[in-house]
């Protein structure tokens, strides 16, 4: 009886021959370049929509960009004293940087001695207390920060430095209790993520812990740290209904963190549902655009930073 024989080509063509693996993974790798592609394109389609937008204030409505951003007379619906329209958006600006840079100088502080307290001094405590009690400050939705500022910071602020206590002020302390947990957090990311020869290099020299801390640790953190910071004033910046709560809406240059004033985002959400077609409108979206346009800054920068942590 003779047995079959196996030709050379059948062999080859059994080894060159899709598996089932290598399908599913040909599938797999389809499916996952489909999603990035229309992440992709809904990000690509959101950017060229509120540029649209936005720029129709300038190309359309005919208004100078230097006077939209530079000028402090806000009237969309109305003309100024020149008797062009008044769109100029430096107050709004001006009091979004204020109290973004103000909260984070005042989170940061608080972050990283938190961070090292978490991290260095007390990891246990640090685990089962700290860490839940950040992860709880992180879930609460911003219209909660937003009504304990008017109900408790607004008084207390009235009552310490007279005036409304609606302004900048009020502002600043909220938005840093609402990005501290967000800083907090990747700072004690950015501290574990040091090795741990660095610290029994420091030690077995001879130095003490707080020197380990102060010398080693925080500078080998430092582009961690900064980059928990900038993502917590990106988060500042953005932040449209608990400061507006708090802020006062008055459309004027902050001369006074005690006086009302107002920022891109309060007077997007305050003046959107009541806005008319045409420039009203325009300007509306023109600040979108530059809300949009400083966010995108803000990752730049992040990513700058991000590059000097890798170890």
Known sequence: MQTPTTQPSDIAQ????????????????????????IICAVVLLILVFVAQKGLSTFFINKINPFNFIFGTNWAPGSLGPDGKPAVGALPMIAGSFIVTILSALVATPFAI????YMTEISPKIGARILQ???????GIPS????????????????????????????GV??????ILPTVTSMTVDSLRAIPAHYREASLGLGATRWQTIWRVLLRAATPGILTAVIFGMARAFGEALAIQMVVGNAIQMPTSLLKPASTLTSILTSGIPNATPGLQTNALWSLAL????????????????????QF
């Not at 302390?173 to 609402?178: S, T």
């Open 113 to 116: 001695g938190a961070g090292i």
């Open 132 to 138: 839940p009690v950040i992860e709880l400050l992180v």
């Open 290 to 309: 530059l809300l949009l346009l400083m966010s995108l800054v803000f990752n730049l920068i992040m990513r700058a930073v991000a590059k000097r942590s």
């Open 143 to 170: 219209v909660v920060y937003g009504f304990i500022g008017l109900t408790v910071v607004v008084p207390l602020i009235r009552g310490w430095f007279g005036g409304t206590g609606l302004g900048l002020l009020s």
């Open 14 to 37: 059994k080894l060159t021959a899709p598996s089932k693996n290598s399908r599913l993974e040909n599938i797999g790798r389809t499916i996952t370049f489909i999603c990035i592609a």
């Open 173 to 178: 302390f909220v938005l840093f209790v609402m």
